[in-house]
C-alpha cells in the first residue's frame, strides 16, 4: 500500500487560478517536502515542513504556499497559478531531515 | 553551499555493454549519507543505491557504487545495461538537514 500519496494525478488550471495540490503519507515521518520537477533541471524544492503547523522555504518558493495542518497531510498552495508553473510536482516524505526520502506518484500540473 | 554534480544529462548506451553515471559531491557539512534514486517514466524517484561507508561497494539490482571521500565521488556502474534499466538517474547527499539532488542523468540502453 502506498506511503505517500497525492491529489489530483493532473490537474489543468487556468492562468491567475488558484491550485491547491494536496499530499497525504501514512510512514508517520515528521519531515514533509514539496518539489517541481522539469526537464533539465532535476528536482527542485519548493516548501518542507519538519512539523504540524509550521513550514519553511525551500530554493524556489517564490509563488507558492505551503499548508502543514498534521503530521500526516501537506499541501502545497498557488494562489495565483502562472505559465512558467507548468511542471510535475512530488511530494515526499522522510523521518529525519537527512534521511532517505519516500515520493508520492506526483501531480502533473498544466497552466494554460 | 553543499551541491551535488551530475555531469552527464544523457547517456545512452547499447544493451549488454557497461554503464557508468558520474557523481561528485562538494560539502561543506557533515553528510551522513549519499543515495542514488531511480525514476522510470511516469513514476516516482525510488532508492536504488545508499552509502554512507568510505570505500565499501554497495550493490543492488546488478548496480553498484563505491563512495570514495577523497575523490568525493559516488559513481554509478552496471557492467552489462539492459533495456529496463532506461530511466532517470538522480545522484543525492544528505546534508545538515536535507537532501541534495543532483541534476539527474537520463540512461537510455539501446537494443
Known amino acids: 500500500e502506498a506511503a505517500v500519496t497525492q491529489s489530483p494525478r493532473s490537474k489543468v488550471a487556468v492562468t491567475g487560478g488558484k491550485v491547491t495540490l494536496s499530499c497525504h503519507q501514512t510512514?508517520?515521518?515528521?519531515?514533509m517536502y514539496w518539489y517541481r520537477q522539469d526537464t533539465g533541471h532535476g528536482l527542485r524544492l519548493i516548501h518542507y515542513s519538519y512539523v504540524a503547523d509550521s513550514t519553511e522555504k525551500g530554493d524556489i518558493p517564490d509563488g507558492y504556499k505551503a499548508s502543514r495542518p498534521s503530521q500526516e497531510n501537506f499541501s502545497l498552495i498557488l494562489e495565483l497559478a502562472s505559465l512558467s508553473q507548468t511542471a510535475v510536482y512530488f511530494c515526499a516524505s522522510s523521518d529525519l531531515g537527512y534521511a532517505e526520502q519516500f515520493f508520492g506518484p506526483g501531480t502533473r500540473l498544466t497552466v494554460l | 553551499g553543499d551541491s551535488v554534480t551530475q555531469t552527464e544529462g544523457l547517456v545512452t548506451v547499447t544493451e549488454g555493454l557497461p554503464v557508468k553515471l558520474n557523481c561528485t559531491y562538494q560539502t561543506t557539512y557533515l553528510t551522513i549519507a549519499f543515495f542514488w534514486y531511480v525514476q522510470y517514466l511516469n513514476e516516482a524517484p525510488q532508492v536504488l543505491l545508499r552509502s554512507s561507508t568510505d570505500n565499501k561497494r554497495t550493490e543492488h539490482q546488478g548496480f553498484h557504487a563505491t563512495l570514495h571521500k577523497s575523490s568525493s565521488s559516488f559513481h554509478l556502474q552496471k557492467s552489462s545495461a539492459q533495456l529496463s534499466d532506461s530511466a532517470l538517474y538522480y545522484c543525492?547527499?544528505?546534508?545538515?538537514?536535507?537532501?541534495?539532488f543532483g541534476s539527474g542523468t537520463q540512461l537510455t540502453v539501446m537494443p
Open positions: 543525492a547527499s544528505s546534508g545538515s538537514w536535507q537532501l541534495i
Open positions: 510512514n508517520n515521518h515528521d519531515y
